[in-house]
């Protein structure tokens, strides 16, 4: 089945820099690679998803990368401000299960 | 839009008592999920619905969990008797139709096991 790393684990930052977080997955066949940002006391929340299609995806400040061959995918986030301070997740499809896997979640502090 | 709506927000409960939570998910959303997430960790499917069907339950531990869609809207998902291990936020979250849809989590049920 599908497996998802995540890093990193936690990530701080200064107000106005970027942001990266990198993920890898394991099903070569996997085609459908959403991230989610959830807040404190909240559910996930779609920000942004890549279909394996397209290689890089733009949203404001928010863009995905997907590299096939490597079977990696990142999270930029650039012109970071206090309010992006959250856990973000990636995930990636699983091919074989039918469901999407998660991957650990990075934290993300903006330091204003 | 309303979203996905999930009850109680919060619970307390000792080993091997019986817990249950509730979800209502977006109206008109066919399929529903049950995701498990331990603390640090990120959300783990439990259960899968389309419509009344269950889709996938292979990381149901079908021993102690059970969970229903009744009439393809609201579902429950219960606990019973209950383990230490089982303290974490219980996700419900709902799509349209498609299994690559986008999902949309309610705020969850926090389950600690005391």
């Known amino acids: 089945g599908e497996n998802v790393e995540q890093h990193p684990s936690t990530l701080s930052v200064q107000e106005g820099d970027s942001a990266v977080i990198k993920c890898t997955y394991s099903d070569s066949a996997s085609n459908y690679f959403p991230w989610y940002k959830q807040e404190l006391g909240k559910g996930p929340q779609l920000i942004i998803d890549i279909r394996s299609n397209v290689g890089e995806k733009k949203d404001q400040r928010i863009a995905v990368t997907l590299n096939k061959t490597a079977k990696h995918f990142s999270l930029h986030i650039t012109e970071t401000q206090p309010e992006d301070s959250a856990v973000y997740f990636c995930?990636?499809?699983?091919?074989?299960?039918?469901?999407?896997?998660f991957g650990a979640g990075t934290r993300l502090f903006v330091k204003a | 839009e309303a979203g996905v709506a999930q009850s109680p927000r919060y619970k307390i409960i000792e080993k091997r008592q019986s817990v249950a939570f509730w979800c209502n998910p977006i109206?008109?959303?066919?399929?529903l999920y049950w995701y498990q997430q331990i603390l640090g960790q990120g959300p783990k499917l439990l259960i899968q619905f389309q419509n009344n069907g269950v889709v996938d339950d292979s990381q149901l531990p079908k021993d102690r969990f059970s969970a229903e869609r009744l009439k393809g809207v609201d579902s429950t998902l219960k606990i019973q008797p209950a383990k230490l291990e089982d303290s974490a936020v219980y996700l419900c979250?709902?799509?349209?139709?498609?299994?690559?849809?986008?999902?949309?989590f309610g705020p969850g049920t926090r389950l600690t096991v005391l």
């Open positions: 109206s008109g959303h066919a399929t």
């Open positions: 979250a709902s799509s349209l139709s498609g299994l690559t849809d986008t999902q949309y």
């Open positions: 995930a990636a499809w699983d091919t074989g299960g039918f469901k999407t896997i």
